[in-house]
């Protein structure tokens, strides 16, 4: 493959021009070129313009469909609704072996910018995680979640009043703030079973234990709600008291990785606001929702995954269809759909063409052609 190993030069591909041969297929060394590509020093303080430029240079192509490695990972057009959809590239060898470098010039269809990497979206991980599947979280994890529950517990609850029927009547908002960063950090909270981490908070809730196994998350502005309140009311210590909590709840499940993409988000923007609280009664005076999107701010680039469920709940799901598709694929890998002729779609049509494309008889790699449709209804 003569793809250039970093993104110093003017194209996608080598002096040569040519690509194939070689070991792998084209999907897989574009996708290693980019990320070399991305993570070189220049990259971040390149241009606008040169970034498009090296990213549009390793567009693949074939029969009316283009693919395109960039911002949260594989993108698809298909020239039938010319639109650009989240989707992965196709797993069958075929179809991957029939895509080729886009020819230059003014046949490509235009890249919006929001396609192309900054570098931290690259890498962004799966969109959705399941903190409360899997085996039982470490004992140290367990006890830092007991160690932020007592420094709930310790305020005067009718300072910290709370009238959300979920909490059992004289539970204070701190208790409600930890449980609530529980669920966030959790990303999709299902517990299937027995859960350390939950029965610790079933005396304060509502809810029987027996019945806490399909869990809503609460939305970042409800967490940002909880600390905002007490801005409001004028009380900076007990602002810093609930933020407190907060941290102590995801620092302590960043210890799981299946907690980490959410609690990594939430402690940074807690530690910050933990520094920042005089300036935060000062931007209260504007209301709630100002601080609620100073905290938005303080997320850094490479923990905004879990932002996106409420800032971009449309392409939050779009990407997690992506996550899916990945998923059900190494799962099944042939079996599924859309192999050997079990999914047609639009363009799987009869005539001349390369396997799995537009134009092309074969309904090989058609799976991408579903996710487009699923990208046109959302």
Not at 46 to 65: D, K, N, S, T, Y
Not at 189 to 211: G, K, M, N, Q, Y
Not at 358 to 370: E, K, P, Q, V
Request: proline fraction near 10%; charge should be negative.
């Amino acid at each position: 493959m003569n793809l250039q190993a970093s993104g110093t030069g003017s194209g996608g591909y080598g002096a040569g021009g040519e690509a194939g041969g070689g070991g792998g297929d084209l999907f897989t060394a574009v996708e290693g070129n980019v990320r070399e590509l991305v993570a070189s020093p220049w990259w971040a303080s390149a241009p606008p313009q040169q970034r498009a430029e090296q990213i549009v240079a390793r567009m693949l192509w074939g029969a009316g469909e283009w693919w395109l490695y960039g911002a949260w990972g594989r993108w698809y057009r298909c020239g039938l609704d010319g639109s650009w959809h989240p989707c992965p590239p196709p797993s069958d060898p075929a179809s991957r072996n029939a895509a080729m470098p886009a020819p230059r010039g003014a046949g490509n269809p235009p890249v919006p910018p929001q396609l192309f990497p900054t570098g931290p979206d690259l890498a962004a991980g799966r969109m959705v995680s399941a903190g409360f599947l899997g085996p039982v979280p470490d004992t140290a994890v367990v006890a830092r979640i007991s160690q932020a529950l007592t420094t709930a517990l310790a305020v005067d609850p009718a300072q910290f009043q709370q009238h959300d029927p979920m909490f059992q009547p004289g539970t204070p908002s701190t208790v409600a703030a930890a449980w609530g960063a529980l669920l966030w950090c959790a990303g999709a909270p299902v517990a299937l079973t027995e859960h350390p981490l939950i029965e610790s908070f079933v005396p304060f809730l509502t809810t029987p234990a027996d019945r806490l196994h399909w869990m809503m998350p609460p939305d970042f502005s409800t967490l940002a709600g909880y600390y905002a309140s007490r801005l409001v009311m004028g009380d900076g210590a007990g602002a810093a008291h609930v933020v407190r909590v907060m941290y102590e709840v995801a620092a302590g499940l960043a210890g799981d990785a299946r907690f980490r993409p959410g609690a990594d988000a939430l402690a940074a923007v807690t530690a910050a606001s933990l520094r920042m609280v005089p300036q935060d009664l000062a931007t209260a005076r504007y209301g709630q929702q100002a601080v609620l999107a100073e905290w938005r701010r303080r997320c850094p680039a490479e923990h905004a995954i879990p932002m996106m469920r409420d800032a971009a709940p449309g392409e939050h799901l779009r990407l997690a269809l992506y996550d899916l598709q990945q998923t059900v694929a190494e799962l099944a890998g042939d079996a599924l759909p859309g192999v050997g002729g079990g999914l047609g779609g639009p363009g799987a049509t009869q005539g001349a063409g390369m396997p799995g494309m537009t134009g092309g008889t074969s309904a090989a790699g058609r799976r991408h052609d579903a996710v487009r449709r699923a990208g046109v209804a959302l």
